[in-house]
């Protein structure tokens, strides 16, 4: 996967799944705690991403209901890069081997 894969990844009409979030977790041998980091997402909020629903609270007391929580475009170019081995740099924070 080069740079022509964030290229088809920019033509897409869908959205990044969660369950391709998943596989590109796998693929790239990752935990969520890493992804996460890598993403520059907290774990929660990756965590979110690869369900596809979060939970919503409605006031103090009331239950909270499941709401869609789409993959963000930016996400989805980000596990590109990463993937391709394109970095921001040393001083990103992107390090997942950290």
């Given at each position: 996967?080069?740079?022509?894969?964030?290229?088809?990844m920019?033509?897409?009409?869908?959205?990044m799944?969660?369950?391709?979030?998943?596989?590109?977790?796998?693929?790239?041998?990752?935990?969520?705690e890493?992804?996460?980091?890598?993403?520059?997402?907290?774990?929660?909020?990756?965590?979110?991403?690869?369900?596809?629903?979060?939970?919503?609270?409605?006031?103090?007391?009331?239950?909270?209901?499941?709401?869609?929580?789409?993959?963000?475009?930016?996400?989805?170019?980000?596990?590109?890069?990463?993937?391709?081995?394109?970095t921001?740099?040393?001083?990103?924070?992107?390090?997942?081997?950290?």
């Open positions: 996967m080069r740079i022509s894969a964030i290229v088809m920019l033509k897409r009409e869908t959205e799944t969660p369950a391709e979030l998943t596989a590109w977790r796998e693929r790239m041998g990752l935990t969520k890493q992804a996460a980091k890598a993403l520059r997402l907290s774990l929660g909020g990756y965590d979110a991403c690869e369900r596809g629903w979060t939970l919503v609270y409605e006031g103090r007391g009331n239950l909270a209901q499941k709401a869609p929580h789409p993959i963000p475009n930016r996400v989805e170019l980000l596990c590109a890069a990463l993937e391709t081995g394109i921001a740099g040393p001083d990103c924070g992107c390090d997942v081997n950290a």
